[in-house]
């Protein structure tokens, strides 16, 4: 649970627009209001944003709940990264979206054997597509309640208007090919963050790529190719960060030998 201090809150609605889950709203007052928090993610996006630092997590200990940003360096890099869900319709340049796959070829793989392979969706006309056929899988098929009911409201969770979408891919060759996936990502996930370029993971699009034939025909995956990861890029939209979120401390368990 979480409660907001009126007399800090300036009612800029930035909490209202960056909640994945949809939970604030500005009262009569102008003061922002979350009475149902049910659905919170604690993902915190709202401590991250909030200019003046209004919002509160009860079981946050007192005085961590908010810490300025790292000057600089891997650790702000790691720190500041956020997800966002509001995108202009502006694509990155064509070449640095190149460079960061190229670059994330020096991830770490499995046996060294970089197995996956890209497919990237270009512009909005081709993300959106691509969430189109997911509606309409949606809506005909009522295989999943949530996306039924995303697809009656045309809410564009699977994207997000971003106007580039990554899907990493590979087939069963090495052993270790989702972590390999992964790997590579996020790898270019913060080469890219570097670069002032914006991306949330899309774990709507990964799944439903494996499972919607008209996604599947599309895509034209290689031979047993199945989508590992998928991941939303382009340009925030009005999501601004000036924060770094709480996040627990690490609570490791040491093996060692006395």
């Known amino acids: 649970m979480f409660t907001i201090d009126e007399a800090a809150c300036i009612g800029c609605a930035s909490c209202v627009t960056v909640c994945p889950s949809g939970l604030f709203s500005l009262g009569e007052d102008g003061k922002a209001k979350a009475p149902n928090q049910k ?55 064509r070449e640095l979206i190149q460079w960061a796959l190229d670059t994330a070829e020096y991830a770490p793989s499995g046996h060294n054997m970089h197995t996956h392979r890209w497919t990237v969706l270009w512009g909005r006309g081709e993300t959106d597509r691509a969430v189109q056929a997911v509606f ?35 087939g069963q060759e090495s052993p270790n090919h989702t972590i390999d996936a992964a790997i590579a990502m996020e790898t270019v996930e913060l080469l890219l963050a570097e670069r002032g ?14 499972h919607v034939p008209a996604l599947q025909q599309r895509l034209e995956l290689p031979e047993g190719h199945r989508v590992r990861c998928a991941m939303m890029v382009g340009y925030a939209d009005g999501e601004q960060y000036p924060n770094r979120p709480w996040r627990p401390k690490a609570q490791p368990r040491w093996l060692e030998t006395e």
């Open 197 to 210: 370029v914006s991306t949330c993971w899309a774990g709507y699009l990964q799944r439903l790529s494996n």
């Open 39 to 93: 659905r919170c993610m604690r993902c915190m996006h709202c401590t991250a944003t909030c200019p003046t630092r209004a919002v509160h997590f009860e079981d946050v200990p007192a005085g961590e709940a908010y810490s300025d940003h790292p000057s600089g360096g891997l650790e702000r890099l790691v720190t500041t990264r956020r997800s966002i869900r509001h995108y202009r319709d502006e694509l990155p340049p």
């Open 136 to 170: 309409d899988w949606a809506l005909e098929t009522r295989a999943d309640p949530t996306l039924t009911i995303l697809a009656r409201q045309k809410r564009n969770l699977i994207t997000c208007g971003a106007p580039c979408v990554l899907l990493c891919h590979s």
